[in-house]
């Protein structure tokens, strides 16, 4: 059984950092790999912020934590990361990790709804 267990939330004033943790078990992927992070925040849609490709350890951005955030794996551990760091009130939300096992190859970052498996988030709330 596939599970997904999000870690790191908290409450930190703007200009903070946080540092989130998806911890993977149950989870094997004999094709292409990868891992992301997406947000929800209240009366909002999803909304992707960062995909890893892990084969390829090739992380991509959305345009709104662009030199803000940073995903990493340790594929050791089969965990996957997101430092936040300069964070605004707006980065408040429910932050999901979630995975893909696809035979399709991309370079881009996955949307919300492109991934198959889920955690169940960890809240993030940024105060000014």
């Known amino acids: 059984q596939v599970q997904l267990v999000e870690s790191g939330g908290g409450s930190v004033q703007a200009g903070g950092s946080l540092r989130l943790v998806c911890a993977a078990s149950?989870?094997?992927?004999?094709?292409?790999?990868?891992m992301g992070w997406i947000r929800q925040a209240p009366g909002k849609g999803r909304e992707a912020v960062a995909t890893?490709?892990?084969?390829?350890?090739?992380?991509y951005y959305a345009d709104s934590v662009k030199g803000r955030f940073t995903i990493s794996q340790d594929n050791a551990k089969n965990t996957v990361y997101l430092q936040m760091n300069s964070l605004k009130p707006e980065d408040t939300a429910m932050y999901y990790c979630?995975?893909?096992?696809?035979?399709?190859?991309?370079?881009?970052?996955?949307?919300?709804?492109?991934?198959?498996?889920w955690g169940q988030g960890t809240q993030v709330t940024v105060s000014s």
């Open positions: 979630a995975t893909l096992c696809v035979l399709s190859w991309y370079r881009r970052l996955l949307g919300p709804y492109e991934y198959n498996y």
């Open positions: 149950g989870y094997t992927c004999s094709s292409n790999n990868y």
């Open positions: 890893i490709d892990t084969a390829a350890n090739s992380p």
